[in-house]
Structure formats: C-alpha cells, structure tokens
C-alpha cells in the first residue's frame, strides 16, 4: 500500500493520497482545489488514479474533485446518505452506510457518520494483502484529533434553521458508533488545528480510536447525551462568511479551474480606473510595510496562512479585485484563493513604486506602542475596540473595551465613534490593521492602531477582564 498525506496549512486541510503499488491504481480523499499536487504524486509512483472521494459536502473550501475528475477520468466516490436536499447535483457513484468497494486490493467500507452534516461519511480502509483487519479510518470533518466536528455551522452559516441541535444528537450517536472501533485503528481527519470547522482541534496529524477515547473531549460524556449536546454547542468560533457559498459550490455544477492561472499585470492607471469603478486593491504586505505607506482605498490582507480566510470574508464572490504582491508571492496566492473559489481576479501590480512615480501620494497608518496606549487611555472620550472573534474576548479583555468582531466590522460601522479617538486591536495585531484598513477606507479620520495587542498587553502583566 502506498500512503501520502496532503496537507494545507492555510485552511488546515487534509487530503489523502492511497493506492494499491501492485495494480498501479490509487485514489484521492477529500483533494484541494489546486489538483496538480496529487497528479505529481500519481507520476512519481506510477499510479492511475481511478477513485476521488469525499467525506462530505464541505463548508470550509472548494474540492478539486470534479477538476481531478476531469484531468484523469476517475470516478466520483460521494454520499448518498442524508436525504431530501443533501445530493451532489452530478455524475458520481453513491455510497452508503455499508458499502464497500476496492481501489486494486485495498478494500474501503463506508460509515455514515452524521452529525457534522446529515450526509457525512468516513472510509474504513483495509490494505488485504497484509491483513483482513482494517487500518486507517478518514473521517472528514466527523472526529478530529482531540475534537469533534462542530454541527452548528449549516445554521449559522449556511441559514439552514433547525439543524444544529439534531446534528448534535446525531453527532452522539456517531461518536458512540465509532468507540466501537478496535482501538489500533488509526485515525486521519480532514482538519487539523487552526481549521474553524471545531474548537479545539490538535496540532497532530493523526491519532488512533484509542487515543481518542482516552483524550478527545467527545468521549466523556457517557450516557449524558444532553451534556454532549450542550457543550458541543458552546463557544464555537464564527464561521467565515465565504462557508455558505462553499456549501452551494461543492454541492453544484460549476465552471472547472483545472490549472492554476497566470494573472495580469496591471499598469498603475489601469489599477486606478478600476478602483475608481469599486474594484477591491487587496495589499497583501506584511502589515509593518503597509503601515509605512499604502495606496488609499487598498485593503490590507497578509498573504500568510489566514489570507484566504480574510479574503473569504471581504471579498464577493460576483466582484473583480486587484492583488498588491510581490511576482514570488503570486502562485501561492493564487492557489490559496483557489482553494475557496474566489477566481475573479483583474490583475496585480507588483508594489507601490508606480503609484509614487506616477505622482500618487501614500497614506501611513498611526500605530502606538503600549506606553502611547496608555496614555490615550487616560484621555477623555477615548473608545477601545477589541476585533477578536466572541471567544477570544470573553477570556479576557481590557477593562471598557468594546468588542465588534472584525469579520463583521463592514456591517457594524455604526459602533465605531466618528466623534471620539478610537484605539483598535486584536491579539497579534494582523486583524487591527485589516480592521484600520477598513476603516480608513469608510472615512474614519480618528482611528489608532494599537498593533501590538493583547498579545503584548497580556505579556506585560497588564489587567484583563472576562
């Protein structure tokens, strides 16, 4: 048996390469968008790959299964379970709880693990020739290593009313399905830590049903279903904006991006006439480079593992926007965007040295150390902002903070006072400056950006409050 693992670390995605060395054939679990990564793996190993499955319909980025479909002329392996509303809107072979199937000798059984979403299944994955007892256990989004899938998401995220305290209970009742598992089996999930599909998801790649049922959370409340549907529910992180549209796109037939494109430059005027038409400019700079100097109207988003996320959350997906990268950035950026489908990209320009040759003036943005934040404190009519997400503040903020989470600040901009100084932070401070950006951006003349955060107010031994 040949076995690779795939990993994202932008979305904290896991994908899964398995094959069979002796018939040639492989298949591909849960694969990204950007496809030519399990394309190189099949050449270097000989392989065909026959057989693309899918855990479940995913919220969190777009699959690249109908594109590695497409390129290879393999089958799509997905869920038949869930009912009414819940089917793939083309061509695929329909699994069930207890169907099996064989990619060359090795056997895969289907479990249908409900819970995160109706339809989600797991693979049981038995390599025959070197024993008749399974193996590996890819469970998608259904356990994590020291988490659970959450089942809120299709509620919050995706508007569908009532489905979050059933997914629970359904959750239950899968998590009690798989302690029945020998405890040798190893488990592979689709996320790791850092992923906004659970709350508390481990740094490490893999576990065993074993580990799990000692460590994972999921696994205390025996025989209190009520315990495990309320904590389940509980302080989950809100989902990122673009999770509903991800829900609809892997569920649908849409246009394929079956190789990562090539973008545009852009000349310094064609990237003002298209701002001058609503066109986003996203600067991808590091924040420090931003703050010493940025193009009015741009948006700041570091190109760094959150940078799809962010963009997720400010982007639409019927809009064109602009990336402000350096050329070496541009195929990872790419391919992060990729990944949730944001493909309508004009163009790029590669700094800001042709806006300032052209004759375009930079703005800089007001950033504070910790003493100037003090200070400020003391004034009158000063207002705090905190951006973090709901969790974050709750464990502990500055005394008198107000807290607008910066995923939704563009709907919330009625919170932040025009007639007093405003102080914005966060934890390390990459969301404060997307936040002043924002801000900057809607006419806010009066905003400070205290960069260094909680991270630095914390470490100094300063006061919090929860």
């Known amino acids: 048996m040949f076995f690779q693992h795939v990993y994202d670390k932008s979305l904290a995605q896991a994908s899964y390469f398995i094959g069979c060395q002796k018939a040639g054939v492989a298949a591909v679990i849960d694969p990204k968008r950007d496809v030519d990564t399990y394309l ?79 339809e989600s299944i797991s693979f049981l994955l038995t390599d025959t020739p070197a024993s008749p007892e399974p193996v590996m256990f890819f469970t998608g989004d259904f356990v994590f290593v020291g988490d659970i899938g959450r089942p809120d998401l299709l509620e919050k995220a995706a508007g569908i009313k009532g489905t979050m305290d059933a997914g629970a209970h359904q959750m239950y009742k899968s998590i009690e399905k798989f302690s029945t598992l020998p405890d040798y089996i190893q488990v592979w999930p689709g996320h790791g830590a850092g992923s906004a599909c659970g709350k508390s998801l481990g740094a490490v790649p893999s576990s065993t049903v074993g580990y799990e049922k000692i460590r994972n959370w999921a696994f205390r409340f025996n025989k209190d279903e009520n315990g495990f549907v309320k904590f389940l529910l509980e302080d989950q992180p809100e989902p990122p904006k673009y ?99 944001l493909d309508n990209i004009m ?75 405003v102080v914005i932070l966060c934890q390390g401070g990459d969301r404060a400056t997307i936040g002043y950006s924002i801000l900057a951006n809607h006419g806010f003349k009066n905003i400070l950006n205290y960069s260094a955060s909680m991270n630095e107010w914390i470490g100094q031994g300063n006061p919090i409050v929860n």
């Open 40 to 118: 190189e793996i099949a050449k270097q190993n000989n392989m065909k790959i026959t057989h693309i499955m899918e855990t479940h319909i995913h919220a969190d980025f777009l699959t690249g299964s109908r594109e590695l479909a497409a390129l290879t002329g393999a089958s799509l392996y997905l869920s038949d379970e869930g009912g009414e509303g819940w089917e793939y809107e083309f061509d695929h072979v329909g699994l069930k709880d207890g169907t099996s199937f064989m990619v060359g000798n090795l056997k895969i059984d289907v479990l249908h693990t409900p819970g995160h979403t109706p």
């Open 347 to 421: 163009g790029y320009v590669s700094s800001t040295e042709a806006y300032v040759k052209e004759g375009g003036k930079l703005e800089t943005v007001p950033v504070i150390n910790m003493d100037e934040f003090k200070s400020v404190m003391k004034e009158p009519n000063v207002q705090i902002v905190d951006l973090r997400n709901a969790t974050e503040y709750r464990s502990g903020h500055i005394e008198h903070a107000d807290h607008v989470f910066i995923g939704t600040l563009p709907k919330n901009l009625d919170k932040i006072s025009k007639d007093k100084k």
């Open 243 to 341: 999770f509903a549209m991800m829900k609809k796109l892997n569920k649908v037939n849409r246009p394929l991006l079956t190789s990562v494109p090539a973008l545009k430059k852009l000349s310094n005027k064609e990237m003002l006439d298209a701002m001058s038409k609503g066109v986003k400019l996203i600067d991808t700079r590091l924040k420090t480079e931003y703050a010493k100097g940025y193009i009015p109207g741009s948006l700041n988003i570091q190109g760094n593992n959150s940078f799809a996320t962010w963009c997720g959350w400010f982007i639409n997906y019927d809009e064109k926007f602009i990336l402000l990268a350096d050329e070496k950035q541009l195929d990872d950026l790419t391919r992060k965007l990729m990944r949730i489908g």
